[in-house]
């Protein structure tokens, strides 16, 4: 049972919904088993694609929703309604370091599997030309990984996700941290866990979705540039 399950461990690359710069909307998604190295690919139909794209305009329009400025307050009028202070140092020693790491990596396991279900919906299809390939991952990778549609004004390879990645991981990830074994009532102890946990969860996410992703990226666009080269040497 375990193996079947390791056997089946993949990456899932971006869907091409047209949404980002060179991506023309194929809706050609593909998918990498990482122990076999064999691709599937699926394709969205252009209404699946028009929905993809509505769900991520209506996503954009409620980030204004994360910010600190509207959680802080919340968060302080949720915890006026408790009087009884802990400190998670005290009340869980060692446990209440690691608490949040444990629960980073549930949600970062319980998201990738959320994923993956949703794209086992995604209509399955034959492998597109290796021409066609090649241009979805290098397309993909480009905007996904290698540059940041959001921070465009940063021309340098991977140096916008690289910053991001740092700003999490040395800042915000160790303050948040600070401020989570602060005293503080057992309700806001439990939002500051929650909001820690999805910090963390970035971190295995940062690896698998990014340093992994890219290592395989190049390596099935190095045996695309070979297959195509031998391709054309024979015509």
């Known amino acids: 049972m375990e193996l079947s399950i390791v056997k089946k461990i993949r990456l899932l690359f971006a869907v091409d919904n047209g949404m980002g710069t060179n991506l023309k ?45 509207l959680i802080v307050p919340i968060m302080a009028f949720i915890a006026s309604y408790s009087d009884n202070y802990i400190v998670p140092q005290i009340e869980f ?9 444990i629960l980073g990596i549930w949600l970062f396991i319980s998201f990738e599997l959320w994923m993956v279900s949703i794209r086992n919906t995604y209509p399955l299809i034959e492998a597109p030309s290796r021409t066609v390939q090649k ?36 800042a915000v990830i160790p303050f948040v941290y600070w401020f989570y074994f602060m005293p503080s ?20 996410n940062i690896i698998w979705n990014g340093i992994v992703k890219t290592v395989i990226n190049k390596k099935i666009i190095d045996e695309l540039n070979a297959k195509i080269e031998n391709e054309n040497r024979k015509l």
């Open 25 to 69: 909307g194929t809706g050609l998604a593909a998918e990498y088993y990482l122990l076999s190295g064999d691709i599937i690919w699926r394709k969205l139909d252009k209404e699946s694609i028009r929905n993809h794209q509505n769900i991520a305009k209506k996503i954009g329009r409620l980030t204004w929703m994360s910010s600190p400025f």
């Open 93 to 101: 020693g060692l446990f209440s370091f690691l608490l949040p790491m």
């Open 135 to 170: 241009e979805y991952f290098e397309v993909t990778h480009d905007i996904t990984l290698k540059h940041n549609d959001v921070l465009k004004q940063i021309k340098t390879p991977y140096l916008a996700n690289i910053l991001v990645v740092l700003f999490i991981v040395f």
């Open 185 to 204: 009532t057992i309700i806001e102890f439990m939002e500051k866990l929650v909001v820690l946990a999805i910090l963390l969860s970035l971190v295995p």
